[in-house]
């Protein structure tokens, strides 16, 4: 089984919202991540756990918090977003660091901000 | 500054034929290459991938090529099928943790 879920598969939200992104998978990986996608433009990566502590922040405003409840959950929690941050959210997860280097991906969730 | 280039935007290649998709990398110090390809409105799919000491990964329809010396990589599909129509984006692994570096994505087009 190489699914990674993410929930929900659309969000619209206004500026002064507050929402959450969820991303579960059950492989037994200890890496997850969150990448943000534009149109037409490859996947960028924000932030990496590994072994539920986050070990890379890709200097992403604080306006995108992360969180990870457990090894196979990861969530991320949006506050005060502007329009450009509109984009497909995705997450992926891995072996760790030294045990693996495919990263398998989630079908994403399509952020609109208004 | 684009560590991992992929040149052609697009690819137009008709039914049973060989499809090759390139990528070229700058970081010597990168040491594992992934291909994914991506349907619209999904996430990517890993297809195939490639340690810096190898030169040749095979994978049923999927070969993956990399000149180390050149710092170029390509991904050959034989023979293409209409379902293979995707975009295809190459990625790199830096040397600390597991940071994927991606390329901006080829589309293949497999026309029947």
């Known amino acids: 089984d190489t699914e990674v879920t993410q929930t929900p598969k659309h969000l619209v939200m206004g500026m002064t919202n507050k929402k959450s992104l969820k991303c579960e998978q059950h492989?037994?990986?200890?890496?997850m991540y969150w990448y943000k996608q534009k149109a037409k433009k490859p996947p960028e990566l924000m932030f990496v756990?590994?072994?539920?502590?986050?070990?890379i922040n890709e200097s992403v405003p604080s306006r995108f918090s992360p969180e990870c409840p457990n090894s196979s959950l990861l969530n991320l929690h949006l506050h005060a977003l502007q329009p450009e941050d509109s984009a497909l959210y995705l997450c992926a997860s891995s072996q760790p660091v030294g045990r693996g280097y495919e990263q398998y991906f989630g079908p994403g969730t399509r952020l609109t901000v208004t | 500054d684009q560590q991992v280039k992929q040149n052609s935007p697009s690819l137009s290649v008709q039914e049973g034929r060989i499809s090759i998709l390139n990528c070229d990398y700058t970081?010597?110090?990168?040491?594992?290459f992934l291909w994914y390809k991506k349907y619209p409105a999904e996430g990517p799919t890993f297809l195939i991938s490639?340690?810096?000491?190898?030169d040749k990964n095979e994978d049923g329809r999927f070969t993956v090529f990399l000149n180390k010396s050149a710092k170029h990589l390509s991904l050959h599909i034989v023979p293409s099928q209409p379902g293979d129509s995707a975009v295809y984006f190459c990625?790199?692994?830096?040397?600390?943790?597991?940071?994927?570096?991606f390329g901006a994505g080829t589309i293949l087009r497999v026309k029947s």
């Open positions: 756990y590994s072994y539920e502590k986050l070990s």
């Open positions: 970081n010597s110090m990168f040491d594992y």
């Open positions: 492989m037994g990986h200890r890496a």
């Open positions: 490639i340690s810096s000491i190898k």
């Open positions: 990625a790199a692994r830096g040397p600390y943790g597991n940071k994927l570096v």
